[in-house]
């Protein structure tokens, strides 16, 4: 273009309104002539709003709209309105054969004629459009900044994204406009929340602008679903229920009321070539707080590889979170309305904190749970665990006596919920620990897995018991897994433990120690975790090293025998003599 040409083209900064039908291929190939007549019948509806907001169409071809505004704020507000409408009028059309429109919003300089605009705002908006979900609006960080303070909306940032052929990435933010998001769903009544831990995957969220992705996006919630349907303890909403907020830009805090749920897990997928990211975040219905967020980053190459790797990794870290949550709450609640579950919640951090202190706390807030519901099998496993946790840490006085109770628990707890994973995890440890069949306590262990492999307790108890029945290097590939799908977990010191031990039994005496003094720094009153190093150190021959640790093992549990740690535990004869003998040498008393 010469210097005169250039003079010559007209420019004026525009916001533009760039909007087209979702899915209008799959309408027009179910019923053409329906479709055609439904879409003259809304655009008669739509069109007008365009000049009442003070834009003019620049084109209406096949479903698209192109609108040009002089005032940013207009542009906007004719976006929300435009969805707002077409959520009424898809009120009473059935699912299958609703419009949804994605509308772009973006501001930018353009080239006019007397007709016609052109130039890069016309394309971002273009590109915007296509990452919007259908119902929804995609605005650009130029628009944002300018109808922030001016519009009452919500904006979720979507981040600086690639657009196809757009040199430069743009900042993206999607518009909740919560009228809209009302009236595509109707006027329902608030359903009250069940009596367990409530929660609803909803759809995940498309920013590819590929329709391909949608597959493999709500392939993945299925399966995040069906996932966390697994654990008896959550109450989890059913997909096709979560699925009709596919397409609508939702509150979570009306999710959590017109579903009765008290959590909500929200993502997105992006793909940028072969690249593919995944994030997922898990939030409170009823205060919007995020509890958990991450993302996954994979290739293209394998989609359902990558599939069941964030499925795995979702699933297993939000058990634990949910937990975590549920727990918090429970400590908030007014003495007088705790239930059972609320007092089994707050036993657990009691349980976690591995303290003669917090074993005390623990036992009467599970007895008092039992006591209220004799037939809570989580709570009736839990004291058995927490008494033999407590035999061999020396928190037991009768240990005998106590051994006895905690096998009556847990074989009263698996009558109660033979399929409960948590029970069939604890209650496999509790044998694989205190009775003659520890491959009792692997096959339980092992059906708690099958029932949730993305349960990581269910893991580390899987490692417990793999060590009991001297295969030492399956219990270290089992407690990877657990510190895999839970690296934050309050369990996490067990977890070095036990690594810890296997790695003794394996001969790994110099792993070993640097493993349990790792956790012994997390939890210096854990005794467990000291006799391993103990017989760690004696195996590398530092004799003076582990009679030091030896006295201050005796100084926490003065109890502490090589009878005691006979009777206490079941390991293969093997293990016990090399076990016993190096304890021995260390100078723990007969």
């Known amino acids: ?115 016609r605009i052109y130039g890069d705002g016309i394309n971002v908006a273009a590109r915007l459009e296509a990452l919007a979900e259908p119902g929804g609006v995609v605005v650009s960080r130029a628009v944002h900044d300018q109808v922030l303070d001016r519009l009452d909306l919500a904006f979720e940032d979507l981040g600086e994204l690639e657009l196809k052929n757009i040199a430069r990435p743009v900042r993206v933010y999607r518009i909740r406009p919560s009228e809209a998001s009302k009236l ?95 994030t997922a975040q898990l939030v409170e219905a009823d205060t919007g707080r995020h509890i958990w967020a991450d993302r996954f980053d994979g290739t293209t190459a394998d989609l359902f590889d990558l599939q069941d790797h964030v499925t795995a990794a979702v699933a297993g870290a939000l058990e634990p979170r949910l937990r975590q949550a549920e727990t918090e709450r429970a400590r908030r609640k007014a003495p007088a309305d705790l239930s059972a579950y609320d007092l089994y919640l707050r036993a657990l951090p009691h349980y976690h904190a591995m303290t003669a202190a917090g074993h005390a706390a623990a036992l009467p807030l599970l007895e008092a749970a039992i006591a209220r519901d004799p037939g809570f099998a989580q709570a009736v496993v839990m004291l058995a665990r927490t008494i033999t946790r407590g035999i061999y ?15 009556e628990l847990t074989r009263a707890a698996l009558a109660l919920d033979a399929a409960d994973p948590v029970v069939l995890a604890m209650a496999g440890v509790n044998f694989a620990i205190l009775s003659d069949e520890p491959a009792l306590g692997a096959e339980l262990v092992a059906r708690a897995i099958e029932v949730n492999p993305n349960f990581a307790d269910g893991w580390l108890q899987a490692g417990w018991t793999a060590v009991y029945n001297g295969q030492v290097e399956l219990a270290i590939e089992r407690v990877a897994i657990a510190e895999r799908l839970d690296p934050l977990s309050p369990d996490i010191v067990q977890v070095w433990h036990c690594r810890g031990a296997a790695l003794y039994f394996a001969r790994r005496f110099q792993e070993a120690a640097v493993t349990e003094r790792r956790a012994i720094a997390a939890r210096p009153e854990h005794a467990g975790q000291r006799t391993y190093l103990i017989a760690a150190l004696v ?52």
């Open 539 to 590: 195996g590398l021959g530092e004799l003076e090293a582990a009679r030091a640790e030896a006295e201050t093992l005796l100084r926490i549990q003065p109890s502490r025998t090589l009878r005691r740690t006979r009777e206490t535990n079941s390991y293969p004869p093997w293990m016990m003599d090399v076990y016993l003998d190096a304890l021995r040498q260390a100078g723990i008393p007969e």
């Open 1 to 115: 273009m010469t210097q005169d040409e250039e003079s010559s083209v007209r420019r004026r900064l525009s916001a533009i309104l760039a909007a087209d039908i979702a899915g209008y291929s799959r309408l027009m190939g179910q019923d053409e002539a329906a479709t055609v007549r439904d879409l003259k019948g809304h655009q008669t509806a739509i069109l007008p709003l365009v000049g009442r907001h003070g834009g003019r169409i620049i084109d209406t071809a096949g479903d698209g709209i192109l609108a040009e505004f002089p005032s940013v704020v207009r542009a906007t507000e004719c976006a929300v309105e435009i969805q707002t409408a077409m959520a009424a009028r898809n009120q009473d059309v059935p699912v299958a054969r609703r419009m949804l429109f994605r509308i772009g919003v973006n501001l930018g300089d353009v080239i006019h004629d007397d007709t």
């Open 393 to 407: 840490q020396g928190w037991q006085a009768d240990h005998l006596g106590a051994k006895r109770r905690a096998e």
């Open 184 to 278: 595509a769903a109707g006027p329902r009544d608030a359903l009250p929340l069940p009596d367990k831990p409530s929660v609803a995957v909803l759809p995940f969220l498309n920013m590819s602008g590929d329709p391909e992705q949608d597959y493999f996006a709500d392939g993945m919630v299925e399966d995040i679903t069906t996932a966390l349907s697994r654990i008896r303890w959550l109450f989890v909403i059913a997909r096709n229920s979560a699925f009709t907020y596919k397409g609508r830009g939702v509150d979570v805090r009306h999710v959590g009321r017109e579903l009765g749920v008290r959590y909500v897990v929200e993502g997105s997928v992006r793909r940028a070539g072969d690249r593919v990211r995944i």
